[in-house]
């Protein structure tokens, strides 16, 4: 993560005015923690150190930078055996000595580099395109591949974004690369898995586009990121809060038929199914569905989202009926032979989107599957060889954590002796009508 904390005791620190070293600039919360850096922290030793490194977040990114690439080399060395980098033509690069990377689609022999040859393609390209003013700045060669034209992921995104950070750290905070180059950098630590670190950098973004006032559509994007972490993260309410929000915002802004209105509303009822507020993901959904379907392209990537996140709260609600089953099939049923065409059989949404028709089609076969008894009936269940406990009914359709995704238990029992248990198929071999007591 990028210094948004005091070296000595974590204190989050205000983004511009914080008490510094004033030779390697380091910042600190205040007098006591920077002494106490001095004399016990070893400062005295590093700071000449770090100095020389450009200063404290220039020093801190280059050593993360060169960690990054270590971890990315490492990761892909397996898959680079015996290549060589399609920019420098070598395998061992001539200066870092770093091995090579592969992080894009490119497949066979295409695709192997250098995360420093990528940077340095990236920087020279940027920095063309700024000498000449040109309107198409190429800042998309710091995270999409040349070759296939498909974004970098995991690690490599990651070494990619310690890169472009320390590349454009120096400049002007107002100055686009700077800003930019912090997105990159939380990109690639959200790639990479590293979601705390992320959201620390994405934070810091926000709090610069803030203070130098960039149009409102550009704070709300980074806004958004960062709801998408606190979901990442399993802070729910955090991210609740903030979509609704950015959410609203849109609204204002746009209007309902946005493509970002429909993308914020897709990724609020998603937060809301992660809270258990099905009913209210699904009323959101409703409403936007009919909005997507009239202004976006059938092939949009996100008609499939929506119908996807509509689902999910759907099917996952505990209190589904079989009408909302019946609905959630239709609807996979409506979209799953455009996404085949449109995106192929092997992208994971295709994927996806037939595994969750799968999985409705089969609920929704058991439950209309008349079950032979209602809540409240007298069973008797098979608890071993041979043996038979009595219980009451007292739920159907019963599911519990730990249970395989979408599999509903169809009754749930309360033995006589107080112990819940439940049938997992309707069948005698599982669960029977007790006898009723001999006529005396
Ligand atoms: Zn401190
Ligand atoms: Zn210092
Ligand atoms: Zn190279
Ligand atoms: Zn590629």
């Given at each position: 993560m990028i210094l948004t904390q005091c070296p000595v005791c974590a204190a989050e620190l205000p983004p511009l005015s914080a008490k510094q070293?004033?030779?390697?600039?380091?910042?600190?919360?205040?007098a006591d923690c920077q002494k106490q850096h001095w004399e016990a922290g070893g400062h005295d030793q590093l700071c000449k150190k770090i100095r020389r490194g450009g200063g404290a977040e220039q020093y801190n990114a280059n050593k993360k930078y060169t960690e990054a690439v270590v971890v990315a080399a490492e990761a892909c060395a397996e898959d680079t055996k015996g290549q060589t980098c399609?920019?420098?033509?070598?395998?061992?690069?001539?200066?870092?000595k770093e091995g090579l990377v592969r992080g894009c689609a490119?497949?066979?022999?295409?695709?192997?580099?250098?995360v420093s040859c990528l940077a340095e393609q990236a920087k020279i390209l940027v920095a063309e395109s700024e000498e000449n003013n040109l309107?198409?700045?190429?800042?998309h060669r710091w995270y999409k591949c040349?070759?296939?034209e498909q974004d970098y992921h995991g690690v490599v995104s990651c070494a990619l974004g310690w890169a472009c950070w320390k590349t454009y750290?120096?400049?002007?905070?107002?100055?686009?690369t700077r800003w930019c180059a912090m997105g990159q950098l939380g990109r690639g630590l959200l790639a990479s898995e590293h979601y705390e670190d992320a959201l620390s950098v994405q934070e810091a973004e926000l709090s610069t586009l803030r203070r130098i006032g960039v149009p409102e559509g550009q704070m709300l994007v980074a806004q958004s990121n960062i709801a998408n972490t606190y979901d990442l993260l399993g802070r729910f309410e955090e991210a609740l809060s903030m979509r609704q929000d950015t959410y609203s915002r849109w609204l204002k802004l746009k209007?309902?038929?946005?493509e970002e209105t429909l993308r914020e509303a897709t990724s609020c009822a998603i937060t809301l199914s992660n809270l258990h507020r099905y009913a209210e993901a699904k009323a959101l959904l409703r409403k936007m569905i009919p909005v997507a379907r009239r202004?976006?392209?059938?092939?949009?990537?996100l008609q499939f989202r929506m119908r996807m996140a509509c689902n999910r709260a759907l099917c996952e609600?505990?209190?589904?009926t079989l009408d909302d089953l019946r609905e959630a099939v239709s609807m996979l049923e409506e979209i799953e032979p455009t996404a085949r065409r449109v995106l192929?059989?092997?992208h994971p949404i295709t994927a996806g989107i037939e595994r969750d028709l799968q999985e409705a089609r089969e609920v929704l076969r058991s439950r209309e599957t008349p079950l032979r008894f209602k809540v409240g009936d007298r069973v008797i269940c098979c608890g071993g060889p041979n043996h038979w406990e009595s219980g009451t009914v007292i739920k159907l359709w019963y599911t519990e954590d730990?249970?395989?995704?979408?599999f509903y238990a169809p009754y749930q029992v309360e033995l006589d002796e107080g112990r819940l248990v439940f049938a997992p198929d309707d069948s005698d071999g599982c669960v029977r009508r007790e006898a009723p007591p001999e006529a005396s």
């Open positions: 070293c004033s030779r390697c600039k380091t910042r600190y919360c205040g399609y920019i420098c033509t070598q395998a061992l690069h001539w200066k870092t490119c497949r066979g022999t295409a695709g192997f580099a250098h309107d198409d700045t190429q800042w040349s070759l296939c750290l120096g400049r002007p905070e107002a100055d686009w209007g309902d038929a946005h202004v976006l392209a059938e092939s949009d990537d609600d505990p209190a589904k192929g059989g092997a730990g249970f395989a995704q979408g």
